[in-house]
């Protein structure tokens, strides 16, 4: 099981938590003016990255905040927890170890 | 060097009850390897990327039904050491959809005769898959599918507790249980085969009909022509030419295909599988429940075979959280009271490739001569043999077969899914 530091109530086993799939997949501001293919682009289509994944956690069973995090999907070790709404982190010196 | 089709399979050592008198009487020593370990050739008509069970039945297939046989399957490990492997062996083809249960049911006529194709002993055993409900909503989903498949030409009826307790005489069916079972689907066509033998006699006869199994293979690259047409992969032994690429690589399908540019409608999870230690015959079928998620079956060898869950999150890492597994030992002593005391002996897990629709993608592609078959999910053994016969036809053709028209890529931007996901309510 993983041990999840929500940015705000601290490390909290997964049990705690849902997920919430990749991160940073922003709803079209103007969603009328899109095609079929940037609709299934933003719908479906996924990085699915193995190695840093961003990705959107909840703390359902907590403060109920989603948050962002950042994870190596081969080690399932977490780089780093983030606030939502703000940016992608920079990772420089960031060890995923 | 290219061998005639017949030349090759005159090479390829035949199984029968004289072929092991024979071998017994000159004390086993002159077995054969089942298939040979070739050096790669610098271009082949077709490369299959993947040799899991998916991989080298289309590969198969495509030597056997449509004559190509310069072909290579590569492999980043060993045969039989991926999902097909790892999986929890279960046949079925009762799907609700017109177009899953064509493609399963295609897959299941093929398992029925699959040992005498490849001459090679799949212990297929169609022992019977019984579906529990516990809930009205169960029932009523699992009579809808009953009805659906009775339609579709596909088995399926419906068992009361008596008699799905007589079906499966270790079956709890007391009122007092947490969820208690008010019935039961049971697909009799449906049962288990042996997961190695299906690899090893797919690669046995594929390699018997030409094609190049390539293992320790792990492709590192595609590369494009002027005109975006594949024209070679990279890979960890050299590079190999090519005009058509099938990509099969499950759970590594989105890396795979990023070689070429694209992002898929994928996210790969660890699916998680157990044994327990072996004891007598004591299970005579495969019992699943989808509410309470518990799969069950007992092998030849005497081990429980257990199916839990996926974890919550995409990960590459072949394990799984020991609370997934946990989480249908439960559902299995609730199920099953006799096993309470039984002790599982291994865990593992394998990286599956699931889409938003819960139905697999087999079909071309943006890029001209990459086609793909994947998105199997928690359930692609079952159609192994279906799965290659009709990715061969779409590879060889250049254009799908009718059983897997539906399953193309692009039926994610004009919205035709094929909503199993849905329909199962559960990974199934």
Known sequence: ?97 | MRYAPGRIEAHMQKFSAFSLLRQALGGHQGWQPQWRSPEPKPEYDAVIIGGGGHGLATAYYLAKEHQLTNIAVLEKGWIGGGNTGRNTTIIRSNYLFDESAALYDHALKLWEGLSQDLNYNVMLSQRGVMMLAHTIHDKQTAMRHIHSNRLNGVDNEWLTPQQAKEFCPPLNIAANMRYPIIGAALQRRGGVARHDAVAWGYARAADARGVDILQNCEVTGIRRDASGRVEAVETTRGVIRTKKIGVVAAGHTSTVMGMAGLRMPLESYPLQALVSEPVKPIFPCVVMSNTIHAYVSQSDKGELVIGAGTDAYVSYTQRGGLHIAAHTLDAICELFPMFRRMKMLRNWGGIVDVTPDRSPVIGKTPVPGLYVNCGWGTGGFKATPGSGHVFAHTIAKDEPHPINAAFRLDRFRDGTLIDEAAAAAVAH
């Open chain 1, 1 to 97: 099981m993983l041990l999840i530091d929500c940015p705000y109530c601290g490390p909290r086993p997964e049990l705690e938590f849902s997920y919430g799939g990749e991160a940073h997949l922003v709803r079209p501001a103007d969603p009328s003016v899109l095609n079929d293919d940037e609709w299934a682009a933003f719908l479906f289509m996924r990085g699915n990255q193995k190695g840093l994944h961003y990705e959107r956690w909840r703390h359902l069973h907590g403060c109920a905040r989603f948050f962002n995090a950042v994870r190596d999907t081969t080690t399932d070790k977490f780089v780093t927890t983030y606030e939502t709404g703000t940016p992608k982190p920079d990772l420089a010196g960031k060890s995923n170890g």
